[in-house]
């Protein structure tokens, strides 16, 4: 009878255990597919989008030659001068038939002949056309650079980009060398004087990166891409535009793995996070594309290119007493060693 007893027990136990975890996963099921549904609603992801993008690559999006080209452009924002002047400049070129990317940082100080101007200017003349006309006009500057058609454009406002990386709990860089900047402008002290100080020291503080692994939480990530002060080679704008290259991939790596960083909260607040910090003229479905393909890619079948090399400091005096750069030869000799490093 005992034992008998014992046998209803543990059985009793069991079914009790197999209904607690099957409501365990049904309450995890559940939230799950809500989460989901919110998030869509949020970001205006169709129930085809997501089936197109959990099965395949997404939509198709415009091209040549199987390429998509993409520019993504960083602005200062805020109320200091030259807030919407492009610091960043960088193409994100993807081969859609092979599988791969490139980077292409284009410097900011490149003399443009059709804007009679640096080609970071070329957003704010776009704009004060009007409005959108700042991505239009480019796009259509960068062309002129890197001898190809430039499909979509991406802005990103850097403080919205301190957001980002916060929100996903940090980066890892690989600081490929150390350097100091004794003069890197303090946040929200552009406007300011330093009364007894002709220096205007008291709007500076000095910042410094030792080489190798770091982890970077998104104002230290900003401070990073934005020196330009540092002595030696790290102070050239050719050596930022290599760090704004190390930033994306270690971006590109946080977001592929997933289980680093994703929380419920993290999640809900991602689609107001990324609607702040981006503007584009994408849709939905060619944002959500691009982003998964480039988040597929391997490390290794992403190309870095920088073409600093092929050029050099004009005489200001030619250039209305700016600090431009200019081909050493032509324009034509640095579309075709652009192409020739592609992947």
Not at 303 to 315: H, M, Q, R, S, Y
Request: charged letters at 25%.
């Amino acid at each position: 009878m005992e034992i008998y007893s014992t046998r209803r027990f543990v059985s009793k136990t069991r079914k009790w255990i197999v209904l607690g975890i099957a409501s365990f996963v049904f309450v995890i099921v559940f939230w799950g597919v809500l989460q989901t549904v919110q998030f869509m609603r949020q970001t205006g992801v169709t129930p085809v989008l997501m089936v197109q993008l959990l099965t395949d690559d997404g939509i198709t999006l415009k091209s040549s030659n199987d390429r998509t080209n993409v520019l993504l452009l960083g602005i200062g924002g805020g109320a200091h001068a030259g807030e919407d002047l492009t610091d960043t400049m960088i193409v994100l070129s993807l081969d859609n038939k092979n599988h791969s990317a490139a980077l292409i940082s284009i410097p900011r100080d490149i003399w443009s002949d059709t804007l009679k101007d640096k080609i970071n200017t070329a957003y704010h003349y776009g704009e004060e056309k009007k409005k959108g006309g700042g991505m239009i006009l480019s796009k259509v500057i960068a062309e002129d650079v890197i001898g190809m058609p430039i499909q979509y454009a991406i802005l990103i406002d850097f403080s919205g980009f301190k957001d980002i990386v916060d929100l996903l709990g940090g980066i890892d860089v690989n600081v490929s060398r150390a350097f100091t900047d004794n003069d890197y402008p303090i946040p929200g002290k552009e406007q300011d004087t330093c009364p007894g100080d002709p220096t205007n020291r008291c709007v500076y503080e000095t910042v410094h990166f030792d080489a190798g692994w770091q982890h970077m939480d998104g104002a230290r990530a900003l401070i990073y891409v934005r020196s330009r002060h540092a002595e030696g080679e790290e102070g050239s704008d050719f050596a930022r535009n290599r760090r704004q290259q190390e930033i994306l991939i270690a971006l590109k790596d946080k977001i592929m793995h997933p289980f680093r960083w994703v929380t419920p909260h993290r999640l809900s607040l991602l689609p107001q996070v990324i609607d702040r910090a981006i503007d584009t003229d994408m849709n939905i479905g060619e944002l959500a594309t691009v982003f998964k393909k480039y988040i597929k890619i391997n490390e290794s079948d992403v190309g870095k290119i920088a073409f600093d090399n092929l050029l050099t400091e004009a005489p200001a005096y030619l250039y209305n007493g700016l600090y431009v750069l200019v081909p050493i030869e032509d324009w034509n000799t640095v579309q075709t060693y652009i192409k020739s490093q592609l992947h």
